[in-house]
């Protein structure tokens, strides 16, 4: 059965390892994937709160050395023991195509990326792979973050434009194209009922987990202003660092804590 905490994640990960087959894979490469993905995945899901404050009251805190920051990159670390040698220089699409050659037996992304595992022209595991929601530490909720792109329709929108926006929002995120855009392109559906429409989980079985996943997903705390990536893109450094053995998790959550201080500063965020 998948693992349901990150200790039997990392018990899966060594038993499933061989010459032949990685235990698991991650973006290991200094990319923002490495950080929204695999790193947040396991902060979240060990009880990890990134900020306290706001930053309209000037006191927007990280909180990147918390004990469950610097267990989830350990724990990354620790997986990487089971992963593909070159895992630290793996992004978003080496990671995927190692799973979908069924190199590697683990891995935790984004929930658009099952459709492609799932289809056999794309994937040489179509016909033998499973999803299931991600791990948690013991009384904490498996949460992921929350991904993807937003409609909607501005406090400054044209009144003149409102009714065809709305008409064009509307099509949209109907059942119809629902149907079209999911069961053709694999995104993510916008209405809960596509999660569990019979003929579109027939053709995409990891819906359903999807649509669990997106109820207990968490929007990114920074996702607020505007130096959200450039804040990410520190910590995914300083991680990749860490993961290449150049230096300690206490070291890289350090680093990232002192420059997002810096940054956050410099923008007003934090007095």
Same mark, same amino acid.
């Given at each position: 059965?998948?693992?349901?905490?990150?200790?039997?994640?990392?018990?899966?990960?060594?038993?499933?390892?061989?010459?032949?087959?990685?235990?698991?894979?991650?973006? !290991?490469?200094?990319?923002?994937?490495?950080?929204? /993905?695999?790193?947040?995945?396991?902060?979240?899901?060990?009880?990890?709160?990134?900020?306290? !404050?706001?930053?309209?009251?000037?006191?927007?805190?990280? %909180?990147?050395?918390?004990? =469950?920051?610097?267990?989830?990159?350990?724990?990354? @670390?620790?997986?990487?023991?089971?992963?593909?040698?070159?895992?630290?220089?793996?992004?978003?699409?080496?990671?995927?195509?190692?799973? =979908?050659?069924?190199?590697?037996?683990?891995?935790?992304?984004?929930?658009?990326?099952?459709?492609?595992?799932?289809?056999?022209?794309?994937? %040489?595991?179509?016909?033998?792979?499973?999803?299931?929601?991600?791990?948690?530490?013991?009384?904490?909720?498996?949460?992921? /973050?929350?991904? !993807?792109?937003?409609?909607?329709?501005?406090?400054?929108?044209?009144?003149?434009?409102?009714?065809?926006?709305?008409? /064009?929002?509307?099509?949209?995120?109907?059942?119809?194209?629902?149907?079209?855009?999911?069961?053709?392109?694999?995104?993510?559906?916008?209405?809960?009922?596509?999660? *569990?429409?019979?003929?579109?989980?027939?053709?995409?079985?990891?819906?359903?987990?999807?649509? *669990?996943?997106?109820?207990?997903?968490?929007?990114?705390?920074?996702?607020? @202003?505007?130096?959200?990536?450039?804040?990410?893109?520190?910590?995914?450094?300083?991680?990749?660092?860490?993961?290449?053995?150049?230096?300690?998790?206490?070291?890289?959550? %350090?680093?990232? %804590? *002192?420059?997002?201080?810096?940054?956050?500063?410099?923008? !007003?965020?934090?007095?």
């Amino acid at each position: 059965k998948p693992p349901t905490t990150w200790e039997e994640y990392l018990e899966a990960a060594e038993a499933l390892h061989s010459d032949d087959v990685a235990g698991n894979t991650m973006v !290991g490469a200094n990319d923002v994937s490495l950080f929204l /993905v695999d790193w947040y995945t396991r902060f979240k899901s060990m009880g990890g709160e990134l900020m306290t !404050g706001s930053p309209q009251d000037g006191d927007f805190t990280p %909180q990147l050395t918390s004990d =469950a920051s610097v267990r989830a990159l350990q724990h990354m @670390i620790d997986s990487a023991q089971y992963a593909p040698a070159a895992v630290s220089t793996y992004g978003f699409t080496e990671s995927v195509d190692a799973m =979908a050659t069924g190199s590697v037996a683990m891995t935790l992304m984004w929930s658009t990326i099952a459709g492609s595992l799932y289809d056999p022209e794309s994937s %040489q595991i179509a016909d033998s792979i499973a999803v299931a929601a991600v791990p948690a530490d013991p009384g904490e909720t498996g949460s992921a /973050v929350r991904g !993807g792109w937003g409609l909607g329709l501005p406090a400054n929108a044209d009144p003149a434009r409102t009714d065809a926006a709305w008409a /064009v929002l509307s099509f949209l995120t109907s059942k119809e194209f629902e149907q079209a855009q999911v069961g053709t392109y694999q995104t993510d559906p916008n209405r809960r009922s596509t999660f *569990e429409d019979p003929g579109l989980v027939e053709q995409l079985p990891y819906l359903p987990v999807a649509g *669990e996943a997106a109820e207990t997903a968490q929007m990114l705390e920074l996702a607020s @202003i505007p130096e959200t990536f450039e804040l990410v893109g520190e910590a995914a450094r300083e991680f990749n660092l860490a993961l290449a053995g150049q230096q300690t998790a206490e070291e890289a959550t %350090q680093a990232a %804590q *002192e420059a997002w201080e810096t940054i956050l500063r410099r923008q !007003g965020h934090l007095d």
